[in-house]
């Protein structure tokens, strides 16, 4: 049998593909632009990224459960939308702030709010490839200091 492929974890029209959500995280040519929820079924909200790439200008969603290991809390059923203390930020797709009622998309608009300061770059590890490459570097260097400071 032939090799499976792996899926990519985004691929843009422009032909650009990420394989993983660490790759697409540091592209720093990848923005948040957008968080549109679903209200009949939160399991289908997405969140809205722009590539801004020359030549690209693409916009496209991807299922906020794709993130669901970085929200910091559990996400509650509940949706609050309509409700007297919501203050209605689900109604505009554009509008990334964060809400402070317990509300099944409140927990994604954290997560929206981390991806867009770039905050999320500490939690999916070091941009130098891991921390046994990261590790390897340290030596090397530490190694290089001790033979320098044994030549003087």
Known sequence: ???RKTRDF???DCGRSWKTRDDFFRDG?????GY???LVNHRYNHFVFFHRVKDCGQFFGVRASE???LRE???PKELGLGMEECPGYCTDMLDLRICSVACCN???REVAARISKRRLLRSVGPPDGGPERSAKKTTKK???KAAAASRR
């Open 67 to 69: 993130f669901s290991d």
């Open 142 to 144: 530490r190694k290089k």
């Open 29 to 33: 040519k990848v923005k948040i632009v």
């Open 10 to 12: 985004k691929k843009c």
């Open 1 to 3: 049998m032939p090799p």
């Open 73 to 75: 809390g559990k996400c």
């Open 106 to 108: 409140a927990t994604d």
């Open 36 to 38: 549109q929820p679903d």
